[in-house]
């Protein structure tokens, strides 16, 4: 059986990375492969050096190791960015000449404090490359790289199935209170100052789902405490994703940056409206036709929330079926491993 590595900084519950990458995973075991995972944390093979905080790179031998039953390697964003420079060189220097996805969720010169770094992504002729957005794949092409784009995938036919009465039960909530979901991980970049002032404009309880990351802590606590709405931070033990858009009333996703942003198409499967920032990606599912509210004022969907008109999530669910379904990514990527002469026999 043909065997697939996906290699990763860390494989870990919440970021959009690591849900997408086993989500390919899947995808890849659909086709006939056998995956295992390869990380500094939360994988099947761990090899220290490749996290993102680690200070010494990955020793050679032991990497080549873990690689060395592989007949295809995917590449989750570590050789994207510049997090860990050494354990990226050390991943391109094993992979030289050997089939491997590149899968670009972000690229060094769209993060303002990488964009000085050169040397990424690296590029081989026996590699191939996918972003997750156009915008991407053209900043690669300027660049002298191809880039295949298959946007991330979500499941899009089964019901949502979350546990509203029950979800808001147990955090607290009447049946009259809003709940405004923020379903990301704490970072500058997702703006929580913004999401938190959308809950305060909207009479809303701000539910924030992700950890704080990247030494944020501090600040998430500042902001948290001195917000004048009901704050909710984290999900209670058995709180599933799909119980959380089911007990929300909105959702928002004020970030300045995402490479995808993943509740733009999880707020149309669950049927909850949807209040964003207007960063480049989100430009480029809108162009889809979606119907979206601003994040950056409670007017248009306080609006919405006191008339609602179920026809807006009826065709936000449509245009999720239609062009990012697990379907889609399925068969992009059966394409793009065809045509590189990589699929299983």
Same mark, same amino acid.
């Given at each position: 059986?043909?065997?697939?590595?996906?290699?990763?900084?860390?494989?870990?519950?919440?970021?959009? #990375?690591?849900?997408?990458?086993?989500?390919?995973?899947?995808?890849?075991?659909?086709?006939?492969?056998?995956?295992?995972? #390869?990380?500094?944390?939360?994988?099947?093979?761990?090899? =220290?050096?490749?996290?993102?905080?680690?200070?010494? =790179?990955?020793?050679?031998?032991?990497?080549?190791?873990?690689?060395?039953?592989?007949?295809?390697?995917?590449?989750?964003?570590?050789?994207?960015?510049?997090?860990?420079?050494?354990?990226?060189?050390?991943?391109?220097?094993?992979?030289?000449?050997?089939?491997?996805?590149?899968?670009?969720?972000?690229?060094?010169?769209?993060?303002?404090?990488?964009?000085?770094?050169?040397?990424?992504?690296?590029?081989?002729?026996?590699?191939?490359?996918?972003?997750?957005?156009?915008?991407?794949?053209?900043?690669?092409?300027?660049?002298?790289?191809?880039?295949?784009?298959?946007?991330?995938?979500?499941?899009?036919?089964?019901?949502?199935?979350?546990?509203?009465?029950?979800?808001?039960?147990?955090?607290?909530?009447?049946?009259?209170?809003?709940?405004?979901?923020?379903?990301?991980?704490?970072?500058?970049?997702?703006?929580?100052?913004?999401?938190?002032?959308?809950?305060?404009?909207?009479?809303?309880?701000?539910?924030?789902?992700?950890?704080?990351?990247?030494?944020?802590?501090?600040?998430?606590?500042?902001?948290?405490?001195?917000?004048?709405?009901?704050?909710?931070?984290?999900?209670?033990?058995?709180?599933?994703?799909?119980?959380?858009?089911?007990?929300?009333?909105? #959702?928002?996703?004020?970030?300045?940056?995402?490479?995808?942003?993943?509740?733009?198409?999880?707020?149309?499967?669950?049927?909850?409206?949807?209040?964003?920032?207007?960063?480049?990606?989100?430009?480029?599912?809108?162009?889809?036709?979606?119907?979206?509210?601003?994040?950056?004022?409670?007017?248009?969907?306080?609006?919405?929330?006191?008339?609602?008109?179920?026809?807006?999530?009826?065709?936000?669910?449509?245009?999720?079926?239609?062009?990012?379904?697990?379907?889609?990514?399925?068969?992009?990527?059966?394409?793009?491993?065809?045509?590189?002469?990589?699929?299983?026999?």
């Amino acid at each position: 059986m043909t065997t697939v590595a996906v290699v990763s900084f860390r494989f870990g519950p919440t970021d959009g #990375v690591s849900v997408e990458a086993r989500k390919w995973a899947r995808i890849l075991e659909r086709l006939g492969y056998r995956t295992y995972t #390869v990380a500094a944390e939360g994988a099947d093979r761990l090899v =220290p050096g490749l996290g993102i905080a680690d200070d010494e =790179p990955p020793e050679a031998a032991t990497l080549d190791a873990a690689l060395a039953d592989a007949d295809l390697v995917v590449v989750e964003n570590l050789c994207s960015l510049p997090l860990n420079p050494a354990a990226a060189l050390a991943v391109a220097a094993c992979l030289r000449g050997r089939p491997s996805i590149l899968h670009h969720h972000d690229l060094a010169w769209q993060r303002p404090h990488l964009a000085g770094i050169g040397g990424f992504p690296p590029d081989d002729p026996a590699w191939r490359h996918v972003t997750i957005n156009d915008l991407s794949r053209r900043e690669l092409a300027a660049r002298g790289v191809d880039a295949t784009t298959i946007p991330n995938g979500f499941d899009t036919e089964s019901a949502s199935g979350g546990d509203r009465d029950g979800t808001r039960a147990r955090l607290g909530l009447a049946g009259s209170d809003r709940l405004l979901l923020h379903p990301t991980r704490a970072i500058p970049r997702k703006n929580v100052p913004a999401a938190i002032a959308l809950a305060e404009g909207l009479g809303a309880t701000y539910w924030l789902l992700g950890p704080a990351e990247d030494g944020y802590g501090p600040e998430l606590d500042r902001l948290l405490s001195a917000a004048s709405c009901p704050v909710i931070h984290r999900e209670p033990d058995g709180v599933s994703l799909a119980d959380a858009y089911a007990a929300a009333d909105a #959702v928002t996703l004020p970030s300045a940056w995402e490479g995808f942003g993943n509740a733009t198409i999880e707020a149309a499967v669950h049927r909850r409206p949807l209040a964003i920032a207007d960063y480049p990606a989100a430009r480029e599912i809108a162009a889809f036709g979606f119907r979206w509210f601003p994040s950056d004022g409670p007017g248009p969907l306080d609006a919405w929330l006191r008339h609602p008109d179920p026809t807006l999530h009826d065709a936000n669910l449509a245009i999720a079926r239609r062009h990012f379904s697990l379907a889609v990514v399925e068969q992009r990527l059966r394409h793009l491993l065809a045509e590189a002469g990589w699929l299983p026999s």
